[in-house]
């Protein structure tokens, strides 16, 4: 596998990154970067330490990088996932209000622990409806791996603030049996693409083909965080298999604030026959200038989740049934 990280990759311009990314010699890693400046999203980060953990540290080639921001990815914890050794001294920083590093979720145990911590890692405990989207939205991905990746690494997991948008950047990737394969225990599809949709559509979910899942999984949380992303006005993205669904940043809108069920109804970009990512991929930018309260967001999500489970039902029973 080789993998390039590019001066700049963001959640906005990362497709030049992912349609770089060559998933053949599965055995081995080889990672280069560019030379000037090294600018990127945790998202990113999470997709190298994704693959390196699942090469022997032996083979995996972390060619030299002499970029000067280089020793962000030391403090990051890249080069510990990947066995390797920086080739650039490391510069101290203090993690608190600036980074959560590159971290290893594998059971829920470790979730509960790195919930626990995030919040003040971020300086997030001043503004309560930021702490609990941003818990809710780690939680939800982190449990989505642990139940249906089937994934032996599990999830890993990064967050950044930047200072200058502030905005909060979130990462997460597995190297699991990806999207496709687990919508397909319910509902067949002929894509990865058509996967994806449907994953993001409240009340759908691979453990059973019931309108509004079940109790222990009613097909809400991917639904939940892109409506989070497209009611402020942030990018999300969600990558599988050989196809990339990214909800594009919108203009603010007078009246109202209109959710979709069907994310092709968002704005949005979608790109197909990509380099295979064996598993799932999502980042998500949560904006700290939101003037949406978090609990009239989630009453607005709520009411939309059961109108479209409520709009299936009533498609199913209207077709015709032959005796």
């Not at 510069?91 to 590159?102: D, I, K, Q, S, T």
């Not at 449907?198 to 453990?207: E, F, H, K, R």
């Not at 669904?245 to 604030?257: A, D, E, F, S, T």
Request: proline fraction near 5%.
């Amino acid at each position: 596998m080789d993998i390039h990280l590019p001066n700049s990759a963001f959640i906005g311009n990362i497709d030049s990154f992912l349609a770089s990314f060559k998933p053949s010699s599965s055995d081995k890693l080889i990672i280069t970067a560019n030379e000037n400046w090294i600018s990127v999203h945790p998202v990113v980060l999470c997709m190298v330490a994704s693959l390196g953990l699942t090469v022997d540290p032996k083979k995996i080639d972390c060619k030299p990088i002499l970029a000067k921001s280089a020793h962000y990815l030391e403090r990051m914890g890249l080069y510990k996932f990947l066995g390797v050794k920086a080739a650039t001294p490391l510069v101290e920083h203090e993690a608190a209000g600036r980074f959560v590093p590159l971290t290893q979720i594998k059971t829920s145990a470790a979730l509960t622990e790195f919930l626990t911590d995030i919040i003040p890692l971020l300086h997030l405990a001043e503004t309560p409806r930021h702490a609990e989207s941003i818990r809710y939205i780690i939680s939800e991905l982190v449990r989505n791996v642990l139940e249906h990746s089937r994934s032996e690494y599990g999830a890993i997991v990064s967050a950044q603030y930047f200072k200058k948008t502030n905005t909060i950047r979130i990462g997460i990737a597995d190297t699991g049996v990806g999207i496709r394969q687990t919508i397909n225990q319910s509902y067949p599809t002929p894509n990865d693409i058509e996967s994806i949709r449907l994953a993001l559509m409240p009340g759908v979910t691979g453990t059973t083909r019931r309108e509004g899942g079940t109790e222990q999984n009613a097909g809400a949380g991917l639904f939940f965080i892109k409506s989070i992303a497209s009611i402020n006005r942030n990018f999300f993205m969600i990558y599988s298999g050989d196809a990339l669904y990214k909800l594009l940043m919108r203009k603010p809108v007078k009246h109202g604030i209109a959710l979709h069920a069907d994310p092709f109804e968002d704005r949005h970009s979608v790109k197909t026959a990509l380099p295979y990512w064996r598993g799932t991929v999502v980042g998500i930018d949560i904006s700290l200038d939101a003037t949406s309260e978090f609990n009239s967001l989630l009453d607005l999500i709520r009411r939309t989740y059961a109108t479209a489970v409520r709009e299936r039902r009533k498609a199913r029973y209207r077709k015709a049934r032959f005796i």
